[in-house]
Antibody, heavy 113, light 111 residues
Framework: EVQLVESGGGLVQPGGSLRLSCAASGFTFSNYWMHWVRQAPGKGLVWVSR????????RYADSVKGRFTISRDNAKNTLYLQMNSLRVEDTAVYYCARVEDYWGQGTLVTVSS | QSVLTQPPSASGTPGQRVTISCSGS????????VYWYQQLPGTAPKLLIYRNNQRPSGVPDRFSGSRSGTSASLAISGLRSEDEADYYCAAWDDSLSGHWVFGGGTKLTVL
């Protein structure tokens, strides 16, 4: 059974940092591109970032470019999102996903003073 | 402002058929598969339709999808109270080295 389990969310002050993790199981993690998608409270889904299967290529939404870094450890079957210089508008549930099929349950990031 | 355009709301009575539209462009729906998700309050999106019109195992055949040109639609027949949820369309977009784009979501109310 495919599972994606996010962790690392929480409350952080504006300008702070957080690192999200996503533990993958039930499939060959190293074969798949992976994505982070976020959903602000009461709003829709927004793609944040993606990484190719070996981690050599990454892309970001303009809203997070230069502040967020996606990475992966294929030996640990884990996806990461390092979030720096956080803003109030980054408050959202962050989902780790293959998007075309499997999604995690999400982890809530709240940026507030 | 979402890249894909969906109506913000839709409604129907039990047993009715409802459709939800999703409009995009040549760089997304026009050249790539469309996916549909159902999201119940407080839960993660659940895949309903993949590759325009394919249903994952376990999804009732009351749900169907179609694509034509740069638009797509989700149809739900025999509407049930448990279908009340938010529905999102998504597609890969070839611009900017490739990324996923989503619709703004449609809140379906079963009257």
């Amino acid at each position: 059974e495919v599972q994606l389990v996010e962790s690392g969310g929480g409350l952080v002050q504006p300008g702070g940092s957080l690192r999200l993790s996503c533990a993958a199981s039930g499939f060959t993690f190293s074969n798949y591109w992976m994505h982070w998608v976020r959903q602000a409270p009461g709003k829709g889904l927004v793609w944040v970032s993606r990484i190719n299967s070996d981690g050599s290529d990454t892309r970001y939404a303009d809203s997070v470019k230069g502040r967020f870094t996606i990475s992966r450890d294929n030996a640990k079957n884990t996806l990461y999102l390092q979030m720096n210089s956080l803003r109030v508008e980054d408050t959202a549930v962050y989902y780790c996903a293959r998007v075309e099929d499997y999604w995690g349950q999400g982890t809530l990031v709240t940026v507030s003073s | 402002q979402s890249v894909l355009t969906q109506p913000p709301s839709a409604s129907g009575t039990p047993g009715q058929r409802v459709t939800i539209s999703c409009s995009g462009s040549s760089s997304n729906i026009g050249s790539n598969y469309v996916y549909w998700y159902q999201q119940l309050p407080g839960t993660a999106p659940k895949l309903l339709i993949y590759r325009n019109n394919q249903r994952p195992s376990g999804v009732p055949d009351r749900f169907s999808g179609s694509r034509s040109g740069t638009s797509a639609s989700l149809a739900i027949s025999g509407l049930r109270s448990e279908d009340e949820a938010d529905y999102y369309c998504a597609a890969w977009d070839d611009s900017l080295s490739g990324h996923w784009v989503f619709g703004g979501g449609t809140k379906l109310t079963v009257l």
